[in-house]
């Protein structure tokens, strides 16, 4: 087994087999995934051998709302992105299933290819994948991508109280950064690594673990913040990304728009959240 990131293994496994003790019919039908490929997509992976679309030099996945609207902002801005498939987990039977599907309680991922940068695909992931759902996600995505020569970005959010620390975390100036790579992944991170006892769990963890055990390029960010919701200090913070690998490699321009962008990003949410304290 992996030990480059040995705490989240177990937990994961954990999770897996306490739904499948308690409920094993509901937690079977919750775990599944589907992958909607666009039909131009479906025709390329049509002509290859393995039926997998190839030529992938970067996939950045944006995990939850802070992560979504960063990438938003800073790499999807110039708009030359087109939709190539979603990702459904979780939805029952009478639920709509389309990649036109654009409504505010949508549960899908969508991956987005870059019609400007050769290589370069976008999975944003604006709501939450669940645990028991997170290894078909993984497993149904990836199988259809040819990950050999690419270079995997996993970009999330966290709650700074999660964070196991000698030093208080009154003390610590969040949000801030923390980094998990796999064996292959040959770059240095921008920002240290993930310290022990500290784990990850969920789809972060079910992305790496697929990652090192196939020998991709994969690295994590995780944002620890204090911020119960989304703010423009949690989005910025995975500002030192645009100059990392393997983001660093694509010509992303500074975006004059940036400010009003991220303003428009947390009012949207803000307006969303029901919760008030």
């Not at 739904?19 to 995934?33: A, H, I, L, W």
């Not at 109280?161 to 009154?170: A, G």
């Not at 040959?186 to 006892?197: A, D, R, S």
């Not at 911020?227 to 490699?249: E, V, W």
Request: aromatic share 10%; net charge negative; glycine share 4%.
């Amino acid at each position: 087994m992996a030990t480059f990131f040995g705490e989240i293994l177990p937990v994961t496994s954990r999770a897996f087999e306490d739904d499948d003790d308690e409920e094993e019919d509901d937690t079977f039908v919750g775990s599944s995934s589907i992958v909607f490929w666009s039909k131009a997509v479906q025709a390329e992976k049509a002509k290859d051998p393995k039926g997998r679309l190839s030529k992938l030099h970067t996939l950045i996945i944006a995990q939850g709302p802070a992560a979504s609207g960063f990438i938003q902002t800073y790499v999807m801005e110039d708009k030359t992105f087109e939709r190539v498939a979603g990702v459904f987990s979780g939805i029952s039977d009478e639920a709509v299933q389309t990649l036109e599907q654009l409504g505010k309680s949508d549960e899908t991922c969508y991956l987005h290819r870059s019609t400007s940068t050769t290589g370069l695909m976008v999975c944003q992931c604006k709501t939450e994948v669940k645990p028991d759902q997170s290894f078909s996600w993984v497993t149904q995505l990836f199988s259809g991508l040819d990950l050999s020569e690419c270079y995997v970005c996993v970009l999330a959010s966290t709650p700074s109280s999660d964070y196991k620390s000698d030093v208080p975390i009154s003390e610590l100036q969040t949000p801030f950064l923390r980094a998990l790579k796999t064996a292959r992944f040959g770059g240095t991170p921008v920002c240290p690594i993930l310290e022990q006892p500290n784990m990850v769990t969920g789809l972060q963890a079910q992305i790496l673990t697929y990652c090192q055990v196939h020998s991709i390029r994969a690295v994590l960010y995780l944002c620890y913040t204090e911020s119960m919701f989304i703010d423009i200090h949690t989005i910025t913070a995975f500002k030192p990304l645009l100059k990392a690998t393997p983001i660093k490699d694509f010509p992303i321009q500074n975006n004059p728009k940036a400010e009003k962008m991220l303003l428009q990003i947390v009012k949207h949410h803000q307006n969303q959240n029901l919760l008030y304290i």
